[in-house]
Nanobody
C-alpha cells in the first residue's frame, strides 16, 4: 500500500527553524515530482514548495522564498523541507505529496498521493 509519512513538525518560536521529512513506503519517489503544501485553520490548502524527480528544479511560494528549502534523497525515498526564519503566519498543518509525474508541479491537482500531515506551530 502506498503511503507517505511526514515528521518533524512541532512548536517553535518566531524566528526559529524546523526540518520536515516525508518518507514513502510502497511507492518509489525517485520518478516523481514532490511537493509540500500547508493548511491553516479556516483556510484552503496552499502550495509551499516543489521539486522535480532528480532535484534539479525547485519552486517556492513567494511567502516562503528565501526562508524554506526543499530537497530530496532518492536512495532514501525521502523528501525534506528545511524551514528557517519561521513566522507565526507559517503555522499550519504541512502535507507532502507525490506527483503524478516527474515535474515540479505547483498545482494541487497534479499530486496523486498525500501524507496525513504534520502540525507546525510558530509562537510569537
Amino acid at each position: 500500500q502506498e503511503r507517505l509519512v511526514e515528521s518533524g513538525g512541532g512548536l517553535v518560536q518566531d524566528g526559529g527553524s524546523l526540518r520536515l521529512s516525508c518518507a514513502a513506503s510502497g511507492l518509489s519517489l525517485g520518478i516523481r515530482g514532490m511537493g509540500w503544501f500547508r493548511q491553516a485553520p479556516g483556510k484552503e490548502r496552499e502550495y509551499v514548495a516543489s521539486i522535480n524527480w532528480d532535484g534539479g528544479s525547485t519552486n517556492y511560494a513567494d511567502s516562503v522564498k528565501g526562508r524554506f528549502t526543499i530537497s530530496r534523497d532518492n536512495p532514501k525515498n525521502t523528501v525534506y523541507l528545511q524551514m528557517n526564519s519561521l513566522k507565526p503566519e507559517d503555522t499550519a498543518v504541512y502535507y507532502c505529496a507525490a506527483g503524478s509525474g516527474g515535474y515540479s508541479y505547483l498545482s494541487l491537482s497534479r499530486y496523486a498521493y498525500w501524507g496525513q500531515g504534520t502540525q507546525v506551530t510558530v509562537s510569537s
